[in-house]
């Protein structure tokens, strides 16, 4: 026998092995682009591949059949935009996933639950047990405490994992629209009795000049609380409707198969699931693990400072009124002054790329000077407390270029779900989380987790938030650019309260910047009979 006959051999002695896998896994995927059942997309696969094998061992040259399988399997997933790249892939492929092995036989089964085996240890060799849950969900802030919430409500067993003990505090300035009352009405009395809301119903925005206006309306623009009372209010609420909870779980890395994927822990252990959905924040794990970025770059992020202190420290002027100084001294950014029932947020936020670029020293000295300043202005009184300062990073470069993959859907911070324009995050990681979960039920209840199954999920969000996301970065990029052109838009808007309620509701994402374009554009070339003719350019060209 010589030796390409005998390398024939042995690839074919092998195919009773290879094919039944190479079936099981494609099968899926075939049934799902195409509409079979998985059986009979099986079959006409197995009769495909019987086909070809022939062809592939006349002209094989002493390649092994099986690794020609192999590759061609690869390029299939490809297409689906799945596991597997093509090599220096483009920038829709996703790149190679790690495998799903190595998870105990044996596994333990969840605290508090001993009908199901939940947790399973790394054991080199074994294979997959079955999944704790259907869904695994990262991150137990708005978006997957939603997420987890909308799930359970539904009956699909749901875990969720998070690196922190609650209640735990939250960088961050804590001012949500009051929309989310109308967005979640399920949750409106509940929040309001768990949780201290202070209502906000005027907004004093001032520009780099010091030029400002008064937004006043019946009706509140914002809600102010602390993130340390609302995430724990709504990861309980997540507890009471039947999601199971693992606090202090930090993810590392994401390991697929065929059949599942899993979550493992720092410490080891591996949470398997059908899905998993990431909200584990602007630094998170479970987009880059799923091939969906390779986290956000510098001129996508925002450093932000915050310090929430109590009113015996520092106190606002006026409790009703919400202080935003956009284009802060003329940098691309701005300062806030959020007051709450028994404290005060105030903080000073720039984009990460100019922050490295221009300016120096360490972050709280940035924040000091701001509320030095605000306390000049008037808008303060009391001193900075630094024991309560933290400084974060916040995605404002817009949304992830693709927000799912194969069994992975992303929300929240961490698929960069924020206005660009005021960095409010907390409403749209709400409304991801509850549409990323409602998009799972749906693709479980098919039997079909692939990403073309979960690509729903995209026009969900972008049919309900895309252009107000949209908008807010047009508005973000052209004001931060010329940070001097804030004052002639407030200036403009001082003068004509439509104007500024106009402006006000789309900053709230509540009035579309583009179906407006025409009444703004009428109501800015109205400030050139009173400013001249250069503020009425800038301020047309502005929109």
Known sequence: ????????????????????????????????????????????????????????????????????????????????????????????????????????????????????????????????????????????????????????????????????????????????????????????????????????????????????????????????????????????????????????????????????????????????????????????????????????????????????????????ADPDTMYVAYGYKGYPGYGYVFPKRRHVDAGVGFLLSFFKERLDGPPYEHHARFLADARARGVVAGNSNPKNFKAYRLPLGGPLARTYADRVLVCGDAAGFVNGYTGEGIYHAMVTGQLAAETAADALARGRCGAAALASYEARWRREIGRELADSLRIQRRLFARPALVDTVIRAAAADRRLCRLLARVALGEEDLRRRKFELVVRFLLARFRRGPSAARRLVDSV
Request: net charge positive; proline share 5%.
């Open 1 to 316: 026998m010589t030796r390409r006959e005998a390398t024939i051999f042995v690839s074919l002695a092998g195919l009773p092995f290879i094919v039944p896998h190479v079936v099981e896994d494609f099968a899926g995927g075939i049934a799902e682009r195409v509409g079979l059942a998985t059986g009979a997309a099986a079959f006409l696969l197995g009769g495909y591949l019987a086909l070809q094998v022939w062809g592939i061992v006349g002209v094989g040259q002493g390649r092994r059949v099986g690794w020609v399988i192999t590759v061609l399997g690869e390029r299939g997933l490809d297409r689906r935009g799945g596991r597997g790249p093509r090599a220096g892939g483009s920038r829709r492929g996703l790149p190679e996933r790690r495998a799903l092995r190595g998870v105990g036989a044996r596994a333990r089964p969840l605290a508090g639950d001993g009908r199901r085996a939940g947790l399973a240890r790394v054991a080199p060799g074994a294979r997959v047990v079955r999944p704790g849950a259907d869904v695994v969900v990262v991150g137990g802030g708005p978006a997957g405490a939603m997420a987890a919430m909308t799930l359970a409500a539904r009956g699909v067993s749901t875990l969720l994992l998070d690196k922190k003990r609650f209640p735990r505090d939250k960088p961050c300035g804590g001012g949500i629209r009051y929309g989310v009352l109308r967005r979640f009405p399920a949750l409106a009395d509940y929040l309001r009795t768990t949780v201290e809301i202070h209502e906000i119903r005027k907004v004093r925005m001032e520009g780099p000049s010091g030029a400002s206006l008064l937004a006043e309306s019946d009706e509140p623009f914002y809600l102010t609380l602390r993130r340390t009372e609302f995430d724990a209010a709504l990861l309980a609420r997540a507890r009471a409707v039947g999601a199971r909870v693992l606090e202090a779980v930090r993810v590392t890395d994401l390991l697929f198969s065929a059949d599942g994927v899993a979550a493992r822990a720092v410490d080891g252990r591996v949470f398997t699931a059908r899905l998993v959905i990431g909200a584990d924040g602007v630094n998170g794990v479970v987009a880059r693990q799923a091939g969906l970025g390779g986290g956000f770059p510098v001129d996508a992020l925002a450093i932000d400072t915050m310090e929430e202190t109590e009113l015996a420290e520092l106190v606002p």
